[in-house]
């Protein structure tokens, strides 16, 4: 949820309630406890913090330790001015008719934990395979986060099996059971502040572990690294990959059961963030053999064990290539819908258009290189290697995207007008959002061409990483 700081009245308050059509009732089926749609008088929880990926509110950008400068409650980033309250829409029909209420609430610093484990690879320890996910729920959580939550433990207890058999990872992997994510990603962000220069250094994928299941349609593996059966894809945000990735530049991906969308057009699932979102709900309704946790769980620890022991790493340019040329015409035909603007003001995606073909020609050159490289060469392997874990570092802006500074990727990001859907180019798309009712179009056509050209440069210089050394 996305609340708007307001600089309000005296006493205000938000009671908040989502339309039954948009979030909770898939057609032809029953309220808990007989179906899985969620009842009049359950409400969907979550936080109304504005954070645009700056972590702990009061110590944006920095590690929450106690040696950490805070901000007071009245500087902190994104905390909203007025309370807000979720009710069910029954509850809804009645308040709307009449409110009377008191308020009463209580700011604190409260400590949280993070649990993380390491295995030590043996031939490349310095190069870090992350699965991460959170174990705080709203409520029970019996989907968001203990469906996640218990694939992690799965690939803990697998890998410690094979530890015990002899088995060792190439490459260090790091499991990771995050606190705090429903009060805005808190504990996945403060450990990427902390350790943010060795992680740029030496992380080579984060493979996120939230919910396992929102559906019972398909299994879906998403990632932004591509390469073997997973798609490239808009991550988005919502979960505890952003800081790694939007931020870090760190590859990422994520996998997981979910819904129809072309005929289940509710979002999420309807009891998410509920008091009814519990083990029975799971067990009744959605995996009554848990064979879609497993299978879940298969892909998960799959793509770790993947990156974490493949002598060359499974990323592939050529595939990032395709997804960039095509994003790059998905972002001009926005802009097409304004070709007399273009016109007018000197509007040009010619500057995009020609880095994304240097990006796929330096792709294809660079893996019909590794057709001859030598793979006893341990150099010229750790070379390519590092050339495929840097590539999603290249598109990182140090200077962030407009007005939000913590997100910094310049291919995939949220819109600042939709938080949880990822976006293309995120920089243009959000400069050409609402033009027409701009007071000044000179000025935001200005700007749309200020992106393309940070946008070309950064897919020109990622394409001049993929490039042999000199």
């Given amino acids: 949820l996305s609340i708007p700081l307001l600089s309000p009245p005296p006493s205000p308050c938000l009671i908040l309630s989502l339309s ?53 409650l009245e500087e902190g980033v994104g905390l909203p001015k007025i309370p807000v309250h979720p009710i069910g829409y029954h509850d809804a029909i009645q308040l709307l008719k009449k409110v009377r209420m008191n308020i009463h609430t209580n700011n604190q610093v409260t400590r949280i934990y993070n649990v993380i484990g390491r295995l030590r690879g043996a031939v490349e320890p310095d190069r870090y395979v992350i699965l991460g996910g959170h174990r705080d729920a709203w409520v029970f959580g019996g989907i968001d986060p203990v469906s996640g939550a ?12 094979l530890l015990r058999k002899g088995w060792r990872p190439r490459r260090t992997i790091v499991f990771a059971s995050w606190d705090a994510e429903e009060f805005g990603l808190l504990g996945s962000t ?22 396992a299941i929102e559906g019972e349609f398909v299994c879906v593996c998403v990632c932004v690294c591509g390469g073997g059966c997973y ?82 790493l499974p ?38 258009f020609s880095a994304v073909e240097n990006f796929t020609v330096a792709a294809r ?69 609402d033009i027409e009712r701009t007071a000044n179009p000179k000025q935001m056509w200005d700007e749309v061409k200020r992106q393309i050209s940070i946008a070309a440069f950064t897919v020109h210089a990622a394409a001049m990483t993929l490039t042999p050394p000199a």
């Fill in 20 to 72: 039954p059509s948009l979030y909770y009732c898939a057609q032809g089926v029953q309220p808990y406890p007989d179906g899985w749609n969620l009842p009049g008088g359950g409400a969907q929880r979550g936080n109304v913090l504005n954070l645009n990926g700056a972590g702990d509110p009061l110590t944006p950008g920095y590690p929450a330790k106690e040696y950490t400068y805070r901000y007071n």
């Fill in 150 to 161: 218990a694939v992690v433990h799965e690939s803990v207890r697998s890998a410690g099996k």
């Fill in 231 to 312: 798609m490239i894809s808009k991550l988005g945000s919502g979960s505890d990959f952003e800081a790694y990735f939007i931020r870090l530049g760190i590859a990422a991906g994520r996998a997981r059961y979910t819904k129809n969308r072309k005929t289940e057009r509710y979002s999420s699932y309807p009891v998410y963030h509920s008091v009814y979102e519990t083990f029975e709900l799971v067990e009744r309704f959605y995996d009554p053999s848990f064979q879609k946790l497993r299978a879940v769980a298969q892909v998960r620890g799959g793509l770790i064990f993947l990156l974490a022991d493949s002598q060359l």
């Fill in 365 to 433: 050159d660079f893996h019909e290189r590794l057709n001859t490289l030598d793979r006893t060469d341990p150099i010229q392997v750790r070379m390519v290697n590092d050339q495929l874990m840097y590539l999603e570092r290249a598109f990182v802006d140090p200077l962030g995207l407009p007005g939000r500074p913590f997100y910094r990727h310049v291919i995939f990001a949220p819109s600042s007008h939709n938080k949880y859907a990822g976006e293309s180019f995120p920089g243009i798309y959000d400069a050409l959002f």
């Fill in 190 to 211: 403060e450990w990427a502040e902390e350790n943010a220069k060795v992680l740029q250094e030496r992380a080579v994928a984060y493979i996120n572990a939230d919910s």
């Fill in 315 to 352: 990323l592939d340019a050529s595939q990032y290539a395709g997804s960039l040329t095509k994003y790059a015409h998905t972002i001009a035909q926005l802009g097409q819908k304004h070709t007399d603007s273009l016109v007018k003001y000197g509007v040009s995606f010619d500057s995009l």
